[in-house]
């Protein structure tokens, strides 16, 4: 399973919007799947998590209602949508995909996850 950040990335204002892919080497629909961010000298954090139906999410507190994640298992892609964005959203990002048993698993923990995209850097000016 190969995880590759399509596009997305780059620099914008404070309060403006971007969306990152994270497309697949396969398919995609028997793995829960994530995004994570990291900045320079700090532990990788979790920004959102999906499960493999799609079905249930979750989000850190610091971008819920600005945020979404989804995905299109048909087409092997990953999306988080952001919006509003904030200085402190400046981060790598990256996506994450680990196989489940369940349906409705979402996982938020770094070391939960066995496949990683290579990242996109996301800088937010204010």
């Known amino acids: 399973q190969v995880l590759r950040v399509e596009s997305g990335g780059g620099t914008v204002q404070a309060g403006g919007s971007l969306r990152l892919s994270c497309a697949s080497s396969?398919?995609?629909?028997?793995?829960?799947m994530g995004w994570f961010r990291q900045t320079p000298g700090k532990d990788r954090e979790f920004v959102a998590g999906?499960?493999?139906?799609?079905?249930?999410?979750d989000y850190a507190d610091s971008v819920k209602g600005r945020f979404t994640i989804s995905r299109d298992n048909a087409k092997g892609t990953m999306y988080l949508q952001m919006n509003y964005l904030k200085p402190e959203d400046t981060a790598v990002y990256y996506c994450?995909?680990?196989?489940?048993?369940?349906?409705?698993?979402?996982?938020?923990?770094?070391?939960?996850?066995?496949?990683w995209g290579q990242g996109t850097q996301v800088t937010v000016s204010s």
């Open positions: 999906i499960s493999k139906s799609g079905g249930i999410t």
């Open positions: 396969g398919e995609i629909s028997s793995y829960a």
């Open positions: 994450a995909a680990v196989t489940s048993t369940f349906f409705s698993k979402v996982h938020s923990m770094p070391l939960d996850y066995d496949y």
